[in-house]
Every structure is written in C-alpha cells, then in structure tokens.
C-alpha cells in the first residue's frame, strides 16, 4: 500500500485554503492581477503571462508553432499596458499562427 505524504509544512489532515481564502488576505491590485491571469490561462493555455510589476507592462509568450517549447524553438513575444490590449494581441498571434499552419 502506497502511503501519500503532505507538502512540504503541511500536515496531512489539514484543507488547505481555498482560492478565495487565499486572495482575501492580497491587496486589490494583486488580487486583480492573479484574477486575471486566471482567466487569460483558461482562454490561452498555450501561452506563459506576467502581470505588470515595477513599471513593466502586461507580458505573454508562447510557441512560434504547436511544437513542445524547446531552447530552439522561436517564441512569440507580445506586451500590453492593460490585459484587455494583451487578449487583443494573444488573439492576433493565435490566429496568424493558425492560419500558417494550414
């Protein structure tokens, strides 16, 4: 019989936190940010996303192609100031791609 362990620092009868928990305790702004980088993921699963921090703007990269990401596979790099612009480029560059890969 396999024994499962808990996390690291987590006891195994514990529940841990919920998502809602967990984003009660963050201040609005990163809050927001999580959220919505939530919601991008599930709209946009191929691509990686970064909430502005420190003056930089919104940020995604995916694949140039529908290859596994690899250290020589070219990448898609797009930036936004908001993350409704960086959807617009998302959209963009997924449709580009899918049109030259017919």
Do not use: C, K, N
Request: aromatic fraction near 4%; charge should be negative.
């Amino acid at each position: 019989m396999e024994r499962r362990t808990a996390p690291h620092g987590h006891d195994e009868d514990e529940t841990p936190p919920s998502v809602l928990e967990t984003l009660a305790g963050l201040d609005t702004e990163t809050r927001q940010a999580i959220t919505e980088i939530i919601v991008l993921h599930g709209q946009f699963p191929a691509w990686a996303v970064w909430p502005p921090r420190r003056g930089r703007p919104w940020t995604a990269v995916r694949p140039a192609s529908s290859q596994v990401p690899g250290p020589d596979l070219p990448m898609i790099w797009v930036h936004a100031a908001t993350a409704s612009e960086l959807v617009d480029q998302m959209r963009r560059a997924d449709a580009q791609l899918t049109v030259g890969e017919r």
